[in-house]
């Protein structure tokens, strides 16, 4: 159970509980260390694996010595690439290194995958099951914490590592020509139809860039109409973009499933543009549940809790608080000027005057004779004074 929790964490690089569960496994493993892990009829073996760093440039390989069915011989290191040496040639190399550190004179190897490696009295096996396969399996744990350890230490002297891996996956995921070093994902918002307006944040090296935010009153949609509100913000954003020759995004996002990818597509090949269009669609509890890409759109597996989809979920959240914070702004707006409205007599540079002043309707109505007639004057303040002495009697 520990082994495999350890494994799951350590692939999906969630640091700080792989590091408690380590913690724990290694209390364990002090003990083991000291008795029988697997069978003593396993004597005198040596158990290797590799795993291949994110960048392509180094491999780690992890070393076991067994002796009497225990552990008594345990390293791993990080071996840097010289000459774009494929994992299998690596993984030679760091056999012999390892034997001849450890004068091993083992007559079996445990290895991951066959090699094209041959030594003088020495068996390859590539167990399936049984003890020999649960020795390659704590092998690999080992090499993987390793790496999730060592990726830990270099994004804490670089943070940007980790914003760059985190666009990788992407880009893999996806199969993008580009890192999508800007990411655009846009939102919709509307009450029963009421106050349509959308949103569209930006998000640069996998950071919120707020300056680049714009929010959009939806101008020839009537009534509420998600996709054609949609097909209209899109529009109005990416002609602008090439009028003013400014920077088209690697990847946009909607919030939303493949009806909302759909709309967005029309518009991109009516402005001939060729940007990746992915979905976040999201379950009946309102959560970021998948991420949707290609037409015909299809799911892409993303793992709950893993850093990138906690990134694809910031983004989610961002552009939904962003575009419903506008709608209620306006909507407050709307509903204080209708307020204000109701007052025969007070014109539009007065109401601007007493908002800007008071900031809402509670405080003007609240304000004494005086304070209003230092902002509208004196005969407006009567006007004002009585109009919500009326409403109260």
């Known amino acids: 159970m520990m082994l495999r929790q350890m494994q799951e964490l350590a692939a999906e690089m969630r640091f700080e509980e792989a590091q408690k569960v380590k ?11 000291k008795s029988e892990v697997v069978s003593n009829v396993l004597h005198n073996i040596d158990v290797f694996s590799i795993e291949e760093d994110g960048d392509g440039k180094s491999a780690y390989i992890n070393y076991l010595h067994i002796t009497n069915g225990a552990i008594n011989q345990a390293f791993t290191f990080e071996y840097k690439k010289r000459l774009n040496e494929t994992k299998e040639e690596l993984l030679c190399l760091g056999i012999i290194e390892m034997r001849e550190r450890y004068k091993s004179l083992s007559h079996e190897i445990i290895v ?9 009295d020495v068996t390859f096996t590539v167990p399936q099951r049984g003890d020999k396969k649960k020795l390659l399996e704590l092998s690999t744990l080992n090499v993987k914490q390793y790496k999730a350890d060592r990726l830990k230490q270099s994004e804490k002297l670089n943070p940007e590592q980790r914003t760059v891996r985190l666009l990788k996956e992407i880009q893999q995921e996806l199969h993008l020509e580009r890192l999508p070093m800007r990411i655009e994902c846009f939102d919709n918002s509307n009450i029963q139809g009421s106050d349509p307006v959308a949103g569209c944040v930006v998000f640069v090296k996998g950071k919120p860039s707020k300056k680049d935010y714009r929010r959009y009153n939806i101008k020839t949609v009537e009534g509420p109409d998600d996709y054609a509100s949609m097909k209209e913000v899109v529009r109005r954003r990416y002609r602008r973009a090439i009028e003013e020759n400014t920077p088209l995004p690697d990847l946009l996002i909607t919030d939303g499933g493949k009806g909302q990818m759909s709309a967005v597509k029309e518009v991109t ?6 940007i990746p269009i992915a979905g976040l669609a999201k379950d ?12 015909p759109p299809q799911t892409i597996g993303l793992k709950q809790n893993s850093p990138l989809f906690r990134l694809l979920t910031q983004i989610q959240d961002e552009v939904h608080r962003f575009a419903i914070t506008f709608h209620r702004d306006k909507r407050s ?4 000027a209708s307020a204000l409205d109701e007052i025969k007599g007070i014109g539009e540079k007065t109401k601007s005057a007493l908002l800007k002043h008071f900031k809402s309707v509670k405080r003007i109505r609240e304000a004494s004779h005086e304070e209003l007639a230092a902002v509208a004057g004196k005969a407006k303040a009567d006007i004002i004074r009585k109009h919500f002495e009326d409403i109260i009697d």
Not at 112 to 120: G, N, R, S, T, V
Not at 269 to 274: F, P
Not at 333 to 336: A, D, E, G, P, Y
């Open 23 to 33: 913690e724990k496994y290694l209390l364990i493993e002090s003990y083991r260390a």
């Open 112 to 120: 991951p995958f066959e090699i094209d490696m041959e030594l003088k």
């Open 269 to 274: 090949d009516e402005l001939r543009l060729n």
């Open 284 to 295: 009946g509890k309102h959560r970021t549940s998948e991420l949707l890409y290609g037409f």
């Open 333 to 336: 707006k709307r509903q204080i």
